[in-house]
């Protein structure tokens, strides 16, 4: 049975990331992308998720990209540091991102995820399309996209948290209050975060009791001392 894909991340190495290979490291020395590249494959894996996008026992998939191999060669490596993890190395030559602007680089970014994917994790043509949608709506929406990551429906309202990832690491969440015809009753950003992980951390779970709705914190160590979110809809 497949697992739902819960995240994308990536890193760096001089040689293959193989068995017995030390961890690779984060981006920044041998590739100059930006600080925050993270925030794209957060992107990517919220928009899979949501469309059910699963990968046999894999969870998290780590992009390893390294000059070692053939440029866009891509490779499923049987090194794994956890059962729900799986590295793929990507060859690529780091001239080729030193080279081009900024935004160009987001996009090289967003076109070798989209590439990794389908090569390496698409089964059939309906996955190679929930990919590449994915793809389109990052680089069409940019920092606008919202991604639906969290839905509590009752007897009155169907509420969701989306959450909305900026380009300089931070992130807001934005609850959305639709009545059962669809309307949307309220819709409000709900909270600031510094992190993709603490807007992760802010929206673990929804209560809805008629016009009140409370968005609560993940149950783990870090969001001990994160604090309850409470919306109070007008009565009429």
């Known amino acids: 049975m497949k697992k739902q894909l819960k995240d994308i991340a990536y890193f760096e190495s001089l040689v293959p990331i193989e068995v017995g290979s030390k961890i690779p490291e984060d981006l920044g020395e041998i590739y100059n992308f930006s600080a925050h590249s993270a925030v794209i494959g957060h992107k990517f894996a919220l ?16 992009i390893n990209f390294t000059p070692a191999l053939a440029d ?12 729900w993890q799986c590295f793929v190395n990507c060859g690529l030559d780091p001239k080729k ?23 390496c994790f698409a089964e059939n043509a309906a996955e190679q399309k929930q990919i590449h949608e994915a793809a389109r709506e990052i680089v069409m929406y940019g920092e606008k996209l919202e991604i639906p990551y969290l839905q509590k429906n009752d007897k009155n309202f169907d509420v969701t948290a989306g959450l909305n990832l900026l380009s300089d690491g ?17 819709k409000r950003e709900i909270a600031q975060c510094k992190s993709y992980e603490d807007a992760v951390n802010q929206t673990g779970s929804i209560l809805v009791r008629k016009n009140r709705i409370v968005v609560k914190p993940k149950n783990n160590l870090t969001a001990k001392e994160v604090t309850p979110i409470e919306i109070v809809l007008d009565e009429e």
Do not use: W, Y
């Open 170 to 186: 931070k992130s807001r969440v934005i609850l959305t209050i639709r009545d059962k015809q669809g309307r949307v009753v309220e």
């Open 72 to 83: 866009e060669f891509f490779e499923v490596s049987e090194r794994r540091l956890q059962r």
């Open 97 to 119: 991102v030193q080279e081009i602007p900024l935004e160009e680089k987001q996009m090289l970014l967003v076109s070798l995820t989209e590439k990794v994917l389908k090569e």
């Open 47 to 62: 928009l899979l998720h949501a469309a059910g996008f699963g990968i046999n026992d894999c969870e998290q998939v780590q």
